[in-house]
């Protein structure tokens, strides 16, 4: 997609991260958001480096650019580096932009558990749930914690539920929902830990 945007009509997921590498559970949750969100595209966005990981065992970013594309289709899930070109590495930066510049697309913020469970660590993460709906789906170890945390607390009444999740994507923001999904526990390091790599994508 271009750096500068362009006018596109569609209904977009976002999932950011940092695919070190990417694996068959990004690429479960991409296909599950699609069908169940009824979005037209998820874009896996690479991230140049997450503030919040250490460098040590960080695979360089065209690496993790290339594992990402390996699960992708090219056509409805994309690989993109978009996140590198716009020079941002807070996501909160990156979603505000991404609106300036696809001004007609509509954007759903995806993560799993773990995500909504450390979201008070991310920058201006208020202002973040502000700019985009949140979709959250389950992680193993991380469903209570996330749910009992300080984010869903203090973004309680912005929660909507999950039945109302295809309609997130009308929102400019300021809601967000738990949607129920498979639960998978891979995990970028243990494939790191084994040496393993994910197969490409079937179209």
């Not at 991409?30 to 998820?42: C, E, G, I, N, S």
């Not at 979201?119 to 709906?133: D, G, I």
Request: charged share 20%; net charge positive.
């Amino acid at each position: 997609m271009p750096t500068y945007g362009d006018q596109r009509n569609v209904a977009i997921g976002l999932l950011g991260g940092s695919f070190n590498p990417a694996h068959p559970g990004h690429l479960q949750l991409a296909r599950y958001a699609l069908r169940h969100l009824k979005l037209d595209q998820v874009w896996l966005m690479v991230s140049p480096g997450n503030p919040l990981k250490a460098r040590a065992g960080m695979a360089p970013f065209v690496d993790r650019l290339a594992s990402a594309r390996m699960i992708a289709d090219g056509r409805r899930i994309i690989a993109t580096d978009i996140e590198s070109r716009l020079h941002r590495r807070y996501t909160v930066e990156t979603v505000a932009l991404l609106r300036q510049r696809f001004p007609r697309a509509r954007f759903v913020w995806l993560m799993g558990a773990d995500g909504l469970a450390s979201f008070t660590r991310w920058r201006r993460w208020r202002k973040l749930a502000h700019l985009v709906p949140i979709v959250v789906v389950p992680r193993p170890g991380s469903n209570v914690p996330a749910l009992t945390g300080k984010a869903a607390h203090v973004l309680g009444h912005f929660r909507q539920p999950a039945c109302r999740a295809p309609i997130l994507k009308f929102y400019k923001g300021n809601a967000w929902t738990f949607l129920p999904a498979p639960q998978n526990g891979i995990s970028a390091t243990a494939l790191r830990d084994l040496g393993q790599y994910p197969a490409a994508a079937s179209s």
